[in-house]
C-alpha cells in the first residue's frame, strides 16, 4: 500500500491498489493488476511469481518478501472474484453468538468461549484457575494498584462460597483506590504533568483535572459522559464547574514560555497536539500522519486533518506563556476543592437573601445618599497621605503637578488624549508615548520612597508604569515594570550584576484597572523592598539582591515608558510619588473606595461606571443608618467570603470557545505560516458521518466519537482494558487501528466486547468486572515447555499471562507493606525523595526550573500518582520502571528488565525506608522468632507463605546480618538513618538493622515486583 495505496504523491506508475476500481482497472487488451476469477491472467500475480528483479514485486530493494501461504492466500482471493471490503476497523462492529467449544465445563462468561474457540482451533487447553491467594493478589493489584492484606487474603481462602470471588471483585471495585488506579493510565493518554515542558519546563497546576478524572472513574461515571465533558464539558448546557474542570484533558499539552519563539507558530502546534491526542485516545489513527500530506496507509486527507484541526482551533489561548515559577495560562478558571465548593453554595444562598433585603432597601439608601453626596464630595483626603508626598500627578485632563514640586510633566511623542479614569480621567498611552517629569524622582540607592498610580494595561505590556532609567549607561535607575503581566520593581546600578529585582509570582490581569505601589526602604536589600496590588501585598520573587552602588541617573523620569523603549498601551491615572516607604494600611487607603468615591461623587449618577456608582455607595453606607449599613455589610461581606475562595483556590486550564471562530486552513506542508484553502469543521469520511443535528464544535465532535455508529471508539477502548490485563491488547497496535495496526488476535472477541460495551451504556466498571470474573482472567500463569513451543507469546491465552507490576504499584506496593502509605484522595502534587541535582542538569542556570524543594511529612508517603510530575525531569524512580515523560499521549508503556531497576529497588531513600518500616511492622506484628517474623513480611511481599527452602534461605540471611551488625553497630545506624519516618526505638538496633536488611531482600524479589 506504500507505492500503490491512499497516497495519491507516494503512489507509483498511477496504479492503486487499495479500492477495488483502481486494482481492476482495464489497463488495455484485458491487462490489469487484478482480474476478479483469473488469478493466472492478473499481472499482480505475475509479479509475485516472476524470478525477475525489474518486474519483481515487492521490488528486491525494498528488503520485504511474500510467502508461499501469502501468494497462495492471494490467488485464492482473487479466483473467489477478489471482493474488497473496509478495513475490518472501519466497519461497525457485531457482536456474532458467543462459539460452540467443546471444554463446556471451562467458560464462566461469553469472553471464555471466544478464547476457548481459538484455544481449541490451534490444539490448546486453558490452564487449571490460580490456586487462590495468587488470584486475590493478582486481582487487587490489577484494580487497586497495591496488594492486598494478609486478613484480606485469609478471608477469601476461607469463604468456600460460589460467589467469594465476585464478592472480592465488587469490594475492589468500590475502593477508592480503584478511581486511583484506572486514572494512572488515564493520565498517560492525557499527557499529565506538573510542569509546562520545553526549555525552562515550569510549574503549572492542573491537579483539579486528576481528581476530577479520579473521581470519576470512582463514581463509574459512563464512558460516553466521561468522553463528553473532557472534550465538551464547558459547551453542556448550564455547565457546572467540574464540567469545564473535565476540559482540562486538553489543556494538558506542553506550553513553552521562551522568549524568542514565534507565538502563532506554537499555538499551532498545541492545537495539531489536540487533533493527534484525541484521534489517539478514541479513534486509535495516527491522524499525525496527515499534517503535511493526505496519509499514506489511511484513507485521511490533509484536508479532513484540518477539518478535524478546527474543532479545537477556537480556543482563546497564546502560543507563548508568560514565564514565572508558578503558572498557568488562560483560558484558565478557578477550581476550588470539594469543600469549598459546598461553602460556595452555601455562601451563595446567602448572598441571595442578603441581596434582596438590600434590594427590597434601594429607595430609602438611595433619598439618603442624595442627601449625603455633598458631605462627601466637600470631604478631604486623609492628612497622613500628603505626609512625605513630594508629587502628584492626577491626570486629569493635563499633566499638571497639584503637590509641591512645581515640576509639571509634559507629554514625548505626541500629545495623549484624557478619557474616563479610575479616580476621574487618565491619560492615554498607545505604546509609543510617555510622560517626561525632569527631575521629579531623583532617588539614590540610599533614599527610601514610594511610586503609586492605577493602571490598566490593555495587553500583556512590556512597558513601564514610571521609570527613571538610563538604558545607554547599564539601565541604571529604577522602574515600576510590567512584563507579559508580571509586576517587576527595580533598582539598577549595573544591569544584570549589580541590581536589586523582584518580579510577581503570578501575572496581573489586563484590560482592568489596578492600582499598583512600590516602597523601598533605601536599605539596598530587597527584603526593604514591596509590591502592593489593589491595596494588598503582592506576592513576589527576589529576582537578584546584589545592589551596591549607586542608581542615581540624570535622565528624566517618566510615566509610562522609559527613555527609548518599554512604552505603555493603555491607561495610567493619579501617579504619586513619596520619599519614604508608605506602610499597608496607607495604601490601602490609596487604593480604596473612599478615594475614587470624593471624585466619582463629581460625576452625575447617571454617568457613573459601575466601579464609581459601588465606590459612593460603599463610602455613604460606611457612615449610614445602621440599619442600610448592615444590609449593605451583610452584602459586601458574603461577597468578600465568595471573593476570597475564588481567588485562593488552584486554578485549571480549561477548554473555552472565542465568540467569533478563527478561520481555519489547510497548512501547506504543515507550516504555521503557509495557509492554503479555508476549510471548516468536520470528520474523516471514512468513518461515519455526524449526525445533522449535531453543532460542528466540540460538542457535536465528542457525540460523534460516542455515537453507536461510530465503529472505533468502543473497539478502542475495551481494547485498552484488555491490555491492561493481559499485558497485550487483542489488537497489538492499541495506538493504531488503522491499515498498518496488527490484525485482532481474536476479531470477534474484540468485536462483542465493543458491542456489550455500548449496550452496558457505556459502563466502565460492569466491563472491568466482566473481565476480571472470566475463567480466562483466572488462569494460572505457570507455563510448561510445551506451551512455550506451541504458543511462545501467549497470543491464543492459554494461560494466564505474567507480568511486572507499573512503577507505581511497585513504589507503592513498598509503602503499602511498609504500613507508611498514606491514603487521602486527591489535592496538590507531592515531591518525595529524589536525588540531589536533577532539575539543575537539566535547567537554565539561574533558571526557575532549577531548584528541586523537597516536601516531608505525609507527602513523602502518598501514592505514586500524586508524584510531581517534572516532563523533562520526571520522577527518576518511575522513570527506571518504564514511565514515559508526558511529553505526549501515550498509549503503552514499554516493558524493560534492566539492572539499574534492582540498583534502584536496593538503594534508593524510599526502598530502603520502607524496609525498615517492615521490619519494624513485622517485630511489632509478626510473633516472636526470626521465622514467624520473616514468613510474616513474605506473605506481606507475595500474598503466599514462603517454601521450606525459602524460609531457610530468608533465616539464614537474617542470622548472617545479625552477626555483621552486631560487630558493626554503626553500620546498622547508618542503614536505619535513611528517610524521614520516626524509628521504633523500643527495638534494638541492631536487630532491626538484621530485618531491615532482609526486608531489603524480599521488596527486591521478582516475585514481589510480578503480578502472577
Known amino acids: 500500500m ?109 469472553i471464555d468461549r471466544f478464547v476457548l474457540a481459538k484455544m481449541e482451533a490451534h490444539g490448546l487447553a486453558p490452564s487449571p484457575e490460580a490456586d487462590k491467594v495468587t488470584l486475590i493478589r493478582r486481582v487487587t493489584l490489577d484494580l487497586t494498584g497495591v496488594p492486598p492484606t ?61 481528581d476530577w478524572v479520579i473521581d470519576a472513574y470512582n463514581s463509574n461515571m459512563p464512558y460516553d459522559e466521561f468522553t463528553i465533558e473532557q472534550l ?115 455562601i451563595a444562598a446567602g448572598l441571595t437573601v442578603a441581596e434582596k433585603t438590600l434590594a427590597d432597601m434601594e429607595p430609602k439608601i438611595a433619598t439618603a445618599q442624595a442627601a449625603y453626596e455633598p458631605t462627601l464630595a466637600a470631604e478631604k483626603e486623609e492628612a497622613s497621605l500628603n505626609n512625605g508626598l513630594i508629587a502628584h500627578y492626577p491626570l486629569d485632563g493635563d499633566t499638571n503637578d497639584v503637590a509641591f514640586s512645581g515640576q509639571n510633566g509634559a507629554f514625548r511623542g505626541s500629545e495623549g488624549p484624557y478619557s474616563a479614569g479610575m479616580i476621574d480621567q487618565a491619560a492615554d498611552f498607545n505604546g509609543k508615548r510617555s510622560i517626561d517629569l525632569d527631575d521629579v524622582g531623583a532617588f539614590e540607592r540610599t533614599n527610601p520612597f514610594s511610586i503609586s498610580a492605577w493602571a490598566y494595561p490593555l495587553a500583556a505590556n512590556d512597558a513601564a508604569v514610571v521609570a527613571r532609567q538610563n538604558e545607554a549607561d547599564g539601565v541604571r535607575g529604577y522602574t515600576l515594570y510590567l512584563q507579559r503581566g508580571l509586576v517587576h520593581f527595580q533598582l539598577i546600578a549595573k544591569f544584570p550584576g549589580n541590581a536589586l529585582m523582584i518580579v510577581s509570582k503570578a501575572p496581573i490581569a489586563s484590560d482592568t484597572w489596578h492600582h499598583l505601589v512600590a516602597t523601598y526602604d533605601g536599605s539596598g536589600k530587597a527584603a526593604g523592598a514591596k509590591v502592593y496590588l489593589d491595596g494588598k501585598p503582592l506576592d513576589m520573587t527576589v529576582a537578584s539582591d546584589n545592589l551596591t552602588e549607586s542608581i542615581y541617573t540624570s535622565v528624566p523620569t517618566r510615566i509610562g515608558g522609559r527613555e527609548a523603549t518599554g512604552k505603555f498601551l493603555g491607561k495610567i491615572d493619579d501617579v504619586r ?44 453606607l460606611e457612615k449610614g443608618p445602621a440599619e442600610m449599613r448592615d444590609a449593605f455589610a451583610k452584602v459586601e461581606s458574603l461577597k468578600a467570603q465568595q471573593k476570597q475562595i475564588l481567588d485562593t483556590a488552584p486554578t485549571v486550564m480549561v477548554m473555552q470557545e472565542m465568540p467569533t471562530p478563527r478561520e481555519t486552513h489547510i497548512l501547506k506542508r504543515g507550516q504555521y505560516d503557509q495557509p492554503g484553502d479555508k476549510v471548516t469543521a468536520g470528520t474523516p469520511a471514512c468513518l461515519p458521518p455526524m449526525a445533522k443535528d449535531l453543532p460542528k464544535n466540540r460538542l457535536g465532535l465528542a457525540k460523534w466519537l460516542v455515537d453507536p455508529s461510530n465503529p472505533l471508539t468502543a473497539r478502542v477502548a475495551v481494547n485498552r482494558f484488555w491490555q491492561s490485563y493481559f499485558g497485550t491488547a487483542l489488537v497489538k497496535t ?143 524512580m518511575m522513570s527506571a520502571f518504564d514511565a514515559p515523560s508526558r511529553e505526549v499521549c501515550t498509549v503503552s508503556r514499554s516493558r524493560t528488565n534492566t539492572p539499574i531497576q534492582a540498583l534502584a529497588l536496593m538503594n534508593d531513600v524510599v526502598y530502603v525506608e520502607a524496609s525498615r518500616k517492615l521490619a519494624e511492622r513485622i517485630v511489632a506484628q509478626g510473633g516472636v522468632k526470626p521465622a514467624e517474623r520473616l514468613t510474616y513480611a513474605f506473605r506481606l511481599a507475595t500474598a503466599r507463605k514462603p517454601t521450606a527452602d525459602e524460609l531457610k534461605v530468608l533465616v539464614d540471611d ?38 531491615t536488611a532482609v526486608a531489603s531482600v524480599i521488596l527486591n524479589l521478582d516475585e514481589t515486583i510480578t503480578r502472577e
Not at 5 to 23: N, V
Open 2 to 110: 506504500k507505492c500503490h495505496g491512499f497516497d495519491a504523491k507516494a503512489r507509483q506508475a498511477d496504479l492503486r491498489l487499495d479500492t477495488f476500481e483502481g486494482a481492476t482497472e482495464d489497463l488495455g487488451d484485458g491487462y490489469g493488476a487484478i482480474i476478479p476469477g483469473h488469478p493466472e491472467q492478473s499481472e499482480a500475480v505475475r509479479r509475485m511469481l516472476t524470478d525477475d528483479p525489474e518486474d519483481k514485486m515487492p521490488p528486491p530493494k525494498s528488503h520485504l518478501t511474500l510467502t508461499k501461504a501469502q501468494i497462495d492466500t492471494m490467488q485464492r482471493w482473487i479466483a473467489q472474484g477478489a471482493e474488497y471490503q473496509p478495513h475490518w476497523a472501519l466497519m461497525k462492529p457485531v457482536a456474532e453468538p458467543a462459539p460452540e467449544v467443546k471444554q463446556t465445563s471451562w467458560p464462566k462468561n461469553d
Open 150 to 210: 494478609p486478613a484480606e487474603v485469609d478471608a477469601f481462602v476461607a469463604d468456600d462460597s460460589a460467589n467469594a470471588y465476585e464478592t472480592v471483585v465488587d469490594r475492589l471495585l468500590a475502593s477508592p483506590r480503584y478511581g486511583e488506579k484506572m486514572a494512572m493510565k488515564w493520565l498517560d493518554l492525557a499527557r499529565y504533568a506538573d510542569t509546562n515542558g520545553y526549555q525552562e519546563d515550569n510549574h503549572r497546576s492542573m491537579f483539579r483535572w486528576r
Open 232 to 346: 465538551a464539558g464547558d459547551l453542556l448546557p448550564n455547565a457546572t464547574t467540574d464540567q469545564k474542570i473535565a476540559t482540562g484533558f486538553n489543556r494538558n499539552h506542553r506550553i513553552t514560555v521562551e522568549g524568542g519563539v514565534i507565538p502563532e507558530e506554537f499555538r499551532t502546534e498545541y492545537v495539531i497536539d489536540r487533533v493527534e491526542t484525541t484521534s489517539t485516545t478514541w479513534l486509535g489513527l495516527t491522524m499525525g500522519c496527515a499534517r503535511c500530506h493526505d496519509h499514506k496507509y489511511d484513507p485521511i486527507t490533509q484536508k479532513e486533518f484540518y477539518q478535524f484541526f478546527a474543532f479545537f482551533n477556537n480556543v482563546p489561548e497564546a502560543g507563548l506563556g508568560t514565564p514565572g515559577r508558578d503558572r498557568n495560562f488562560d483560558p484558565m478558571i478557578p477550581a476550588p476543592l470539594k469543600a469549598d465548593q459546598i461553602k460556595l453554595g452555601e
Open 577 to 620: 510619588f513619596y520619599n519614604r516607604p508608605l506602610t499597608a494600611d496607607e495604601v490601602a487607603a490609596l487604593a480604596g473606595t473612599r478615594a475614587i468615591a470624593r471624585a466619582a461623587v463629581k460625576i452625575p449618577l447617571a454617568m457613573r461606571s459601575p466601579a464609581k456608582a459601588h465606590a459612593v455607595r460603599a463610602a455613604f
Open 734 to 876: 492499541p495506538e493504531n487501528f488503522g491499515t498498518q495496526s496488527e490484525y485482532p488476535s481474536n476479531p470477534e472477541l474484540l468485536d462483542w466486547l465493543a458491542v456489550k460495551f455500548i449496550e452496558s451504556k457505556w459502563d466502565i466498571k460492569a466491563m472491568q468486572k466482566l473481565i476480571v470474573t472470566s475463567a480466562t482472567y483466572r488462569e494460572s500463569s505457570h507455563i510448561t515447555k510445551e506451551m512455550l513451543e506451541q504458543d511462545p507469546t501467549n497470543k491464543w491465552l492459554a494461560r494466564g499471562p505474567r507480568l511486572r507490576l507499573p512503577a507505581e504499584s511497585i513504589r507503592d506496593e513498598a509503602l503499602a507493606m511498609s504500613g507508611l502509605l498514606v491514603e487521602k484522595i486527591g489535592g496538590p502534587s507531592v515531591k518525595p525523595y529524589q536525588p540531589e541535582g536533577l532539575w539543575a542538569e537539566l535547567a537554565t542556570p539561574g533558571g526557575i526550573g532549577e531548584t528541586f524543594v523537597q516536601d516531608h511529612g505525609d507527602a513523602l508517603y502518598r501514592r505514586s500518582l500524586y508524584m510531581y510530575w517534572k516532563r523533562t525531569v520526571p520522577p527518576p
Open 958 to 995: 537474617f542470622n548472617f546480618h545479625l552477626a555483621t551488625y552486631f560487630s558493626a553497630p554503626e553500620a546498622a545506624a547508618k542503614l536505619l538513618g535513611a528517610g524521614e519516618s520516626n524509628r521504633n526505638p523500643s527495638v534494638d538496633q541492631r536487630e532491626l538493622a538484621a530485618y
